[in-house]
């Protein structure tokens, strides 16, 4: 392992966001606002952040976007610094032209399943380790760094590492809807040991659970192949990284911040609320109102 050093990430936005329907006929969850900002803005934020320089957004067919919201609108903001308003948009250009989005259709001839649209983009990340994000995981840590900056650095601080896991904390019943990440030596970041993906309650032997943040090496794609699928004929990612880390070391980082899935409305509309509250010129009237709300 001689390159260490993450330069390219990818975000899946491939989904068919069945449980917002109708609202995501069009328009893809990872697009849905999380106060003013899109869910996929949050993560490519995090991606500048950790000094990614090529962002791979893997989207479906007919459903661009996201190509849309990244690229530049010199007309938008002529009219915003025509009227003053040009500060709206000081957050957005942070992100948007810092990095090099690089957008591509999902495979539509490989198995389904969350391995697929990695295994889409492997011509462009598999000579260098790269960061997967999955489209619908926040992560909220308003005071240090980001999600993927503690990955990033994390896989470089272990020479040996073939992969790095976000991993954070939960109670057993949360992460029986999730994935369980045991370590081998028991610790919360140690060498993962073996990933479960939805374990049963009594099989629960970890307060860790696994989400859509990690940094992957090359070699993934010697087990992400598409005639290497899992249950129910599906290409699980997870399966690919349970094969890789028999043979190489993969590690857990628990990730400093709030996990935040926006993965079904109720989840979405309490990432909604946490987000907003970091917001000053906000947060006051909604707690207020919320308050008012509860008194009824």
């Not at 899992?230 to 094969?243: A, H």
Request: some cysteine; hydrophobic content about 40%; aromatic content about 8%.
């Amino acid at each position: 392992m001689v390159n260490r050093k993450v330069k390219k990430a990818i975000i899946t936005a491939a989904g068919l966001g069945t449980r917002f329907l109708p609202a995501t006929k069009n328009i893809p969850k990872e697009m849905l606002p999380i106060v003013d900002l899109p869910i996929i803005h949050y993560i490519a934020e995090e991606c500048v952040e950790a000094g990614i320089e090529d962002i791979i957004i893997v989207i479906r067919p007919g459903n661009e976007a996201a190509m849309t919201y990244f690229s530049p609108n010199d007309e938008l903001l002529r009219t915003l610094e025509q009227s003053g308003k040009e500060k709206q948009m000081e957050r957005y250009y942070k992100v948007a032209g810092k990095a090099n989005f690089v957008f591509v259709h999902q495979d539509q001839s490989l198995p389904y399943g969350n391995g697929s649209p990695i295994l889409t983009v492997k011509n462009l990340v598999d000579k260098e380790p790269f960061v997967v994000c999955f489209g619908d995981d926040l992560v909220l840590n308003p005071e240090g760094n980001g999600a993927v900056k503690q990955m990033v650095d994390a896989y470089g601080s272990h020479d040996d590492a073939f992969g790095i896991m976000a991993v954070t904390k939960l109670p057993k019943a949360e992460i029986t809807r999730m994935g369980m990440v045991e370590t081998i030596d028991g610790s919360d970041e140690g060498r993962v040991k073996r990933v479960v993906e939805k374990p049963a309650l009594e099989d629960v032997v970890s307060e860790l659970a696994e989400f859509g943040r990690m940094v992957l090496a090359p070699e993934i794609f010697e087990y992400l192949r598409a005639d290497n699928t899992g249950k129910d004929g599906e290409l699980w990612l997870m399966d690919s990284i349970e094969q890789l880390l028999v043979k190489k070391p993969v590690y857990a980082k628990t990730i400093q911040g709030e996990f935040l899935t926006t993965g079904d409305p109720l989840r979405f509309l309490k990432a909604s609320y946490k987000f907003a509250m970091q917001r000053p010129e906000i947060a006051g009237d909604l707690k207020e109102f919320l308050n008012k709300e509860l008194e009824k």
